[in-house]
């Protein structure tokens, strides 16, 4: 089955610097999403490119897709401290669930 | 409107008993999903359901796990004979038919701590 995989596992920046996340998949997908988790709670949906999206904006949140490497990029700008979560990537595919890879924990640093 | 509401949210149990995690989905949603996490690691997907039929169970253990979405009250996630190794936080999503929106909705989830 496809699964998103995120690199690097662990992230840890100073508030104001940039966070970059990565998501690599194995199979054709309809569309990425980006999902955040605070400790102890439920994923919250951050953002989704559809499969002929190359890259979406939201707030401080910029999503890149390349479909002929199967990857993805999530950038968040000007970090801070109350961004400091885990981060996931899930992917659907026609007739597919969802499918979330391991997670980034990003810490920002106050 | 009431978002994806999990209960209870801990759940002690001790090895050999039985454990009833519940979950209403969001108004209007006719799918519902159930992950598993433990700790440090990603969610693991185990069954997606839709009103009185189960999708897909792939991801569910082929012994003493069941679920169900009956046509009137919330998702059960039924764990039969509980072992310390069924210990994680179990998340429930709902999102709405196919078509009309992709992205899950999540619940608060329930932790299950086996003794």
């Known amino acids: 089955s496809q699964q998103g995989e995120e690199d690097p596992q662990a992230l840890s920046i100073q508030e104001g610097e940039n966070a970059t996340m990565n998501c690599s998949y194995k199979?054709?997908?309809?569309?990425l999403q980006w999902y955040r988790q605070n400790s102890g709670r439920g994923l919250v949906h951050l953002i989704l490119?559809?499969?002929?999206?190359r890259e979406k904006h939201s707030g401080r949140l910029r999503v890149t897709l390349d479909t002929s490497k199967k990857s993805s990029s999530l950038l968040i700008t000007a970090s801070r401290a109350a961004d400091t979560a885990s981060y996931f990537c899930?992917?659907?595919?026609?007739?597919?669930?969802?499918?979330f890879g391991p997670g980034t924990r990003l810490s920002v640093l106050p | 409107n009431a978002g994806v509401m999990q209960n209870p949210r801990h759940l002690v149990r001790r090895r050999g008993q039985e454990a009833r995690l519940r979950c209403s989905p969001m108004?209007?949603?006719?799918?519902v999903y159930w992950y598993r996490q433990l700790p440090e690691e990603g969610l693991k997907f185990m069954v997606y359901?839709?009103?009185?039929?189960?999708?897909?169970e792939s991801g569910m253990p082929k012994e003493r796990f069941s679920a169900e979405f009956p046509k009137e009250g919330p998702s059960i996630l039924r764990i039969q004979q509980v072992v310390r190794g069924d210990s994680a936080a179990y998340f429930c999503?709902?999102?709405?038919?196919?078509?009309?929106?992709?992205?899950?909705?999540f619940g608060s989830g329930t932790q299950l701590s086996v003794l």
């Open positions: 999503a709902s999102s709405p038919p196919p078509g009309s929106g992709e992205k899950l909705f």
């Open positions: 199979t054709s997908i309809n569309n």
């Open positions: 490119i559809r499969s002929n999206e």
């Open positions: 899930a992917t659907t595919g026609y007739g597919q669930n969802f499918v």
């Open positions: 108004k209007g949603h006719s799918h």
């Open positions: 359901l839709q009103k009185e039929n189960i999708i897909d």
